[in-house]
Antibody, heavy 121, light 108 residues
Framework: QVQLQESGPGLVKPSQTLSLTCTVS??????????WSWIRQHPGKGLEWIGF???????FYNPSLRSRLTISLDTSKNQFSLKLSSVTAADTAVYYC?????????????WGQGTLVTVSS | SSELTQDPAVSVALGQTVRITCQGD??????ANWYQQRPGQAPVLVIY???NRPSGIPDRFSGSSSGDTASLTITGAQAEDEADYYC???????????FGGGTKLTVL
């Protein structure tokens, strides 16, 4: 049973870079059957797809965040990471790492528990 | 368009049937998936690729699609089904994912 666990600072100052890591256990991030994704949820709001990365390193980003965003893999640690630069209060959200099927329907079939990141001075 | 539109709130009497809809141009091309999110918890996949249930999801959950609209139906709603429900799909480019705004289901 694959499990995903987010880690990183819960508080980031405005204009700095938000960095989170997702550790995957029970499965390999080098599996071609999945994309590895970040999804966020602003307080009291809906879900927003941030982006995902394939085992090859190919990454796909939400166009609205692309200029500030980097998603990367560390296959030696079975982890993937998110870096979001120049953050503002609007980036305060619960951040989920997740696994996305690489089939045509690209369903999100496994989620981390989520981690709240607050942007504040 | 890259948007998926859901009704903000729907209610259903205990034991009755409810349909939650999701509308978007990309649904003419790509399947919809559905997620249940209870307060304080991560979302859970309940329907994928239009009408497939992951292991452990009760068979009272089903999905369908017609044109630009996908639907999640709960037949015989239970108290534990009270939650937020989100649809998602690929956007029109096929390279990104999009989520609907979510529907809050109240079981009366």
């Amino acid at each position: 049973q694959v499990q995903l666990q987010e880690s990183g600072p819960g508080l980031v100052k405005p204009s700095q870079t938000l960095s989170l890591t997702c550790t995957v256990s029970g499965g390999s991030i080098t599996s071609g059957a999945y994309y590895w994704s970040w999804i966020r949820q602003h307080p009291g709001k809906g879900l927003e797809w941030i982006g995902f990365i394939y085992y090859s390193g190919a990454a796909f980003y939400n166009p609205s965040l692309r200029s500030r965003l980097t998603i990367s893999l560390d296959t030696s640690k079975n982890q993937f990471s998110l870096k979001l630069s120049s953050v503002t209060a609007a980036d305060t959200a619960v951040y989920y790492c997740a696994r996305v099927s690489s089939t045509a329907s690209q369903q999100v079939d496994c989620w981390g528990q989520g981690t709240l990141v607050t942007v504040s001075s | 368009s890259s948007e998926l539109t859901q009704d903000p709130a729907v209610s259903v009497a205990l034991g009755q049937t409810v349909r939650i809809t999701c509308q978007g141009d990309s649904l003419r091309t790509y399947y919809a998936n559905w997620y249940q999110q209870r307060p304080g918890q991560a979302p859970v996949l309940v329907i994928y690729a239009k009408n497939n249930r992951p292991s452990g999801i009760p068979d009272r959950f089903s999905g369908s699609s017609s044109g630009d609209t996908a639907s999640l139906t709960i037949t015989g709603a239970q108290a534990e089904d009270e939650a937020d429900y989100y649809c998602n799909s690929r956007d029109s480019s096929g390279n990104h994912l999009v989520f609907g705004g979510g529907t809050k289901l109240t079981v009366l």
